[in-house]
T-cell receptor, first 114, second 112 residues
């Protein structure tokens, strides 16, 4: 069974631009969560989608948004990029998105903001 | 607010030298505790899920245990390929996936 895939793997943007990252979950998984990983803060939860609806959101500004499609694929968007947005963005999928479900992570997208 | 603290931050062992990594947590109603392994530049790789105090799970040289306040990841006779950052995360609260709360990780180096 194929794992979680993320595209692109690497991105370089400049301040003020916007970026869209894509995630394809494991086949049959309906929940997709997004996390930001930085050396200083570690892994932090951004938001979670299930059946095309955002169910939960972490403590991030409104510049961070996402959506999920009917095939469970998900995208996240960051508008008006800041230097501090440089990070590894990780997508994780789980079967039902319940609190006891295991989340499986993709390889991440490395975003560098110049 | 859920909190997860991992110790030590870094650990260097000789090949074959067994040790334990600690994960202390404070949550309002633990639904699950998860251990992941992360290699540089890659996403976290799932290792174990523990749901209740007293539970133990094993996989090759790794064994995870859980109490009401902490979890341990025991590494027996480690090999250089076990070198990685080990992450602990908790899921608490209601029925939905509110998002995992992660510790900062333990960076483990196994020297040949």
């Amino acid at each position: 069974k194929a794992g979680v895939t993320q595209t692109p793997r690497y991105l370089i943007k400049t301040r003020g631009q916007q970026v869209t990252l894509s995630c394809s979950p494991i086949s049959g998984h309906r929940s997709v969560s997004w996390y930001q990983q930085t050396p200083g803060q570690g892994l932090q939860f951004l938001f979670e989608y299930f059946s095309e609806t955002q169910r939960n959101k972490g403590n991030f500004p409104g510049r961070f948004s996402g959506r999920q499609f009917s095939n469970s694929r998900s995208e996240m968007n960051v508008s008006t990029l800041e230097l501090g947005d440089s990070a590894l963005y990780l997508c994780a999928s789980s079967f039902r998105g319940t609190a006891t479900d295991t989340q499986y992570f993709g390889p991440g997208t490395r975003l560098t903001v110049l | 607010e859920d909190q997860v603290t991992q110790s030590p931050e870094a650990l260097r062992l000789q090949e074959g030298e067994s040790s334990s990594l600690n994960c202390s947590y404070t949550v309002s109603g633990l639904r699950g505790l998860f251990w992941y392994r992360q290699d540089p530049g890659k996403g976290p790789e799932f290792l174990f899920t523990l749901y209740s105090a007293g539970e133990e799970k094993e996989k090759e040289r790794l064994k995870a245990t859980l109490t009401k306040k902490e979890s341990f990841l025991h590494i027996t006779a480690p090999k250089p390929e076990d070198s990685a950052t080990y992450l602990c995360a908790v899921q608490s609260g209601g029925g939905g996936a509110d998002g995992l709360t992660f510790g900062k990780g333990t960076h483990l180096i196994i020297q040949p």
